[in-house]
């Protein structure tokens, strides 16, 4: 049965999105990929208001959380976590063979800049952290972070962009990330498939200097490559397609105008979950892409199944809250108009579930 998703991803994907996969194939090393290649990269950068160097490969964004580690970090790292997400990136870390300093903030709270003090030393070669935690729907604050994090030796700043890229203003060019990380199947409102890192002089100097870079997400490498308009490895060439097309939505909208939108949808579902049972994240920090409410009482796997029926989806909780909360996805494609719908449809599924 065909549902509305209102998941934290893969999100809702447009009809219009999907039929611009179906044009026909081209190689990846022919003229006519140089010019979709460039043609992504100009918009990316307009769009985001930055002007540094973005790459992409096929994966999910997992892949540059990754090659952020495997390209600027020798040995020391501070992973600051506040959720699932962030716990991963520190798995990562480790997994990698980096020694990673841990700053835990508990859930539902922000990150914040008191939490850095005396976290950052002369060892430390870059912090990482989760800007929209999806386990949480807390959106800490990019400014106050990056900020605090220049005080202590000015190590680089990798940020996971995941849930934030093209539903929040970062304000890029202001805060200028060493890596910032993104995926297509979130706030872009794509199928899966596409990894990106819009990465700094800064960072691109130090992978100069590290070892064992990999080869996938060697950001040498990759910079080569799209210096040119071409890419290291085979790309899903079909998603960029609807790639280039979105953008041009996104174009056509207005980047101020589609944060406002996430705004909007935000605060409608902030309101309708007073109604149940609040939000869990802490106020001030409420992500403006994900809603993450509450259970209380409410028996969420007959309330979801009853839902379904109905035609629509959203999500479970995740990681340490996943049996007190669930999440509503609000970005990408979706509207005011289609949250209040679901709402609505909401409402009357919680009735049929007393």
């Known amino acids: 049965m065909s549902r509305k998703l209102f998941t934290v991803g893969p999100v809702n994907v447009e009809p219009e999105v999907l039929n611009a996969m179906t044009k026909p194939m081209i190689t990846h090393r022919s003229k006519e990929y140089k010019v979709l290649h460039g043609s992504i990269l100009e918009k990316f950068r307009k769009l985001l208001d930055t002007d540094m160097d973005i790459f992409m490969v096929g994966g999910s964004a997992s892949v540059f959380l990754e090659g952020a580690i495997r390209n600027g970090v020798k040995s020391n790292v501070l992973g ?10 520190i798995e990562i870390s480790k997994l990698n063979g980096k020694n990673v300093k841990e700053v835990r903030v508990p859930w539902g709270k922000a990150i914040r800049p008191e939490h850095i003090e ?5 060892k430390i070669e870059a912090v990482h952290f989760v800007s929209n935690e999806s386990s949480t729907g807390v959106l800490s604050s990019l400014p106050d972070l990056t900020e605090k994090i220049r005080e202590r030796n000015d190590p680089l700043i990798f940020v996971d962009g995941v849930t934030s890229v093209a539903g929040t203003n970062l304000h890029i060019k202001k805060n200028e990330p060493d890596a910032l990380i993104f995926g297509s199947q979130k706030a872009l409102a794509l199928p899966p498939g596409l990894a990106f890192i819009a990465v700094s002089e800064k960072l691109m100097k130090k992978a100069k200097e590290v070892e064992n870079r990999g080869f996938y997400t060697d950001l040498i490498k990759l910079k080569k490559n799209n210096d040119e308009n071409y890419a290291l490895t085979t790309p899903p060439v079909s998603m960029m397609y609807a790639l280039e097309f979105q953008l041009e939505r996104m174009v056509s909208e207005g980047m101020d105008a589609r944060y406002r939108r996430h705004k909007e949808m935000a605060e409608l579902v902030r309101k309708w979950s007073k109604g ?7 106020e001030g920090y409420m992500s403006d892409t994900i809603g993450v409410i509450n259970r209380g009482g409410l028996d969420f796997d007959k309330f979801h199944s009853i839902l379904k029926t109905k035609g629509y989806e959203i999500s479970n909780g995740y990681g340490e809250v996943k049996q007190q909360t669930f999440r509503i996805g609000h970005m990408g494609d979706l509207t005011p108009k289609r949250i209040k719908e679901l709402l609505k449809v909401m409402d009357e599924t919680l009735e049929e579930c007393k």
């Open 80 to 89: 600051l976590t506040n959720g699932s997400f962030g716990d991963r990136w």
């Open 118 to 122: 005396n976290a950052i030393d002369e």
């Open 276 to 282: 149940l049972n609040g939000m869990l994240p802490e």
